[in-house]
């Protein structure tokens, strides 16, 4: 780290969420009483200060174009991306910034930002679990990692949604000042210096959507109503009135899967409700189509890389953890 410190450019923009902001900027401030020197300011793209999406005011201390490098450049991400279009003015302050950094990173939907100023072409990159699909369909040039909780790729770095800035900068911190510091600012915040799978387990849903006259909509809607049902090739493609051929094409085509992963997803979409209600991992199994506990926890970790019984203590509500016990 140089004398001056290491120079950390959070790139602020109306709208933005604020823990966006706040969880990286804690990081970086806790670090500094582990014997680290994070000198951090913000930076918007006129110099003006910005409003977060609560309406708190952020004072800024300058705008993207002023004279001076950083070491770090960190963009966050708001309720504005993907919902509209990133302004020419937004993408040009991540490039000039980015041009004077020696590493650029992401928060959340940050990665639009990014992704419209060009520096994740031909980059893998996430950003939030929701917004993966809309991320690869705008910018096709982009390797997104739906499931990552952060990704780097050479000096970009990109991080799921909201709270995973926090892992972010963890990350960051742990290239700059090594594991000991970084564990030890995870514990001071009471956070895992690693959390435990990826960020397909807090999804609502791992289906794709299904168009309104798509083939495969009344075989979707079957295997949604009854998904212990015994689902195959031949029953599917019987109800769409294809062959058990062209179903699978359909499905590569439209869905990027076969039919057996599909009926799995829904397996694995009904399992994670029944555990959000608290029920036992057997029944949980049975109700949703796997038959086997073991068959369960193999699609788990196939799909959300954590245990049924892992996601279970992290999602059920207090009354459903009473009725499990």
Known sequence: ????????????????????????????????????????????????????SMGMRIPVDSSAASRGAFDTVVVTGGEAFPAGEVTEALASAAVSMSKRAARTASICTGAFVLAAAGLLDGKRATTHWHHTRELARRYPGIRVQPDAIVVEDDATYTSAGVTAGIDLALTLLEQDEGAE????????????????????????????????????????????????????ASSMAAIARVSPRHLSRLFHDELATTPGKYVEIVRVDKAKSLLDLGHTVTRVAEDSGFGTSESLRRAFIAHLSVPPSVYQRRFSSAAGQTRAA
Request: proline letters at 3%; hydrophobic letters at 45%.
């Open 181 to 232: 510091v970084a564990r030890g600012v995870a514990r001071a915040l009471v956070v895992y210096l690693r959390r435990d799978g990826g960020q397909t387990q807090f999804s609502d849903s791992l289906l794709a959507p299904v168009g309104e006259a798509s083939l495969l909509r009344v075989v979707v809607s079957a295997v949604m109503a009854d998904p212990s049902a015994e689902h195959t």
């Open 1 to 52: 780290m140089s004398s001056s410190g290491h120079r950390v450019a959070l790139l602020v923009f109306d709208d933005m969420k604020l823990l966006d902001l706040a969880g990286p900027a804690e990081v970086f401030a806790e670090a500094n009483h582990f014997g680290a020197d994070y000198r951090m300011s913000m930076v918007s793209v006129d110099g003006r200060d910005v409003r977060t």
